[in-house]
């Protein structure tokens, strides 16, 4: 079942300013036997985002309830929240009164190798770089196309992912995670004030960190530091969290942050 | 009446890319008395712009039907045909087998007023920058939260369009038009190589001011530039030509650039 603004349906009409201008924006979450694992933050997101763009949040209650009427039928999955604009006539400017479309879609929760949680993964160094834009920056929108094209950079499947930069060459994000890197017991995680979508997961392991006596530093981190880290990982409120063992030639051993993060999220969601 | 796919629908599906990822490309052109303007350029542009995401594009015979059927009904009006990736599920990997979905749709062609044609139009310089992203530069896709942003920043009916620098500082285009200026006998317009649309009519533009004895340079323009010209005309394929009087403050003497460009336009039409 999908529910556009609380209703049974597949359709959006072709009026709605998320079609005609990507002028939305969505979260990605995993239900857990009926579960919508860390609901609270990722609401607290969507509301965040929606007011980034002067977009018209749905309130909890309603969104809530319809979660509700799709996890009863479909207790383990992915949940894709969308919210857009709404709908206009042709034109870049938008109408005094808005009412923003939501929807509400379940997908089954991705069946990836087990090898990603115990062995790691390996990583395709994206040509295609992220533009600079702090306007739009940390935003999960619906202007992904970088990401579409970063993605379709590699078609081999022993590749996990893909780390993208920045035009100034800073590491910045993979195609569909955050990253962190460990450097004695510091974290780094990329400055996302000018480009990248700062993910949910993210925020709680920065958040959460301190308990594992970790110290999480935000800042520009050129490719150079990437491979200069003791461990590096991967997050996303899907996937959890990966270990990246291969970047473009450069290995690094088994190590056991990626197990401890996931071990502090799960202990922690709400 | 709503074109999708052919037939009449005001609908598009959830999974489309088109929405989930404003993975497409649209064109908007002048429908009159019966004769969509310029259609040949107006598909090349689509399927150059298709090509450049590696998106299929429809074969012109087809939208050329469906777009007679619409033009039937209503001989003078803006078309827009926006064609997308197609549908998939979630993730921004693209399946092996992609289907296009096409829309075509028809709206009243907008009524400005006569002033901006015979006086000139006044400009607001936005202060959304575009974000320089040479994979997408020129292409006419969906990810348009840059022109949403930059839209929104004035509210004065008193003006009717708002000019775009990049991150440099220069000037690129309107928020939903190209710009030229004059300078002596040389036409100038702005490199689109690293963001901006490069429109069908700026393309017409630049291919007929040889008739008018006039010179095309495309480089990059410092909003300086801009100031200094002899005048500055701005173009789409819907509003045609206007003379900008007025941007920030300086103001420029009614000129005859843009009814030169306008009749040369008129007479050339395809």
Redesign the interface.
């Known amino acids: 079942m ?1 529910l ?1 603004n609380g209703l049974p ?15 939305g924006v ?1 979260r ?1 979450l995993l239900v857990r036997a009926g579960h919508p694992l860390c609901w609270p933050r990722h609401y607290d997101k969507l509301y965040a985002d929606c007011a980034a ?2 977009i018209i949040c749905p309130p909890e209650a309603i969104l809530a309830a319809e979660m509700a009427k799709l996890i009863d039928e479909t207790p383990d999955c ?1 949940l ?1 929240v ?1 919210v ?2 709404g709908e206009s ?6 109408p005094e009164h808005m009412e923003p479309t939501r ?1 509400l ?1 379940v ?1 089954p929760a ?1 069946q990836y190798p087990a090898s990603y949680l115990t062995d790691g993964v390996r990583l395709h160094l994206c040509s ?2 992220l ?3 702090p ?2 920056a940390g935003i999960k ?12 950079e590699w078609n081999d499947s022993e590749i996990a992912e893909g780390l993208m930069l920045d ?1 100034d060459g800073n590491a910045i994000e993979g ?2 995670s955050n990253l962190f890197l460990l450097q004695g017991k510091t974290l780094h995680t990329p400055n996302l004030g000018r ?1 990248g979508v700062a993910g949910v997961e993210r925020e709680r392991i920065m958040d959460l960190a301190g308990r594992l006596g970790m110290t999480v530093r935000v800042e520009n981190l050129p490719l150079a530091r990437i491979y200069e880290a003791d461990e590096v990982v991967l997050c996303n409120s899907v996937i959890g969290v990966w270990q990246v063992r291969e970047l473009a030639g450069k290995t690094w051993q088994a190590g056991k942050l990626a197990a401890r993060l996931r071990s502090l999220l799960d202990d922690d969601c709400d």
Chains 1, 2 share one sequence.
């Open positions: 999908i556009v349906s597949e359709h959006v009409r072709v009026f709605d300013r998320g079609l005609t201008y990507g002028d969505f990605t763009l002067d992915v894709k969308i857009t604009r006539q042709r034109g870049y400017a938008i929807i879609m997908s991705p295609t770089r533009a600079v834009q306007l739009l929108h619906l202007n992904r196309l970088e990401n579409v094209l970063a993605r379709r035009m195609t569909m480009c």
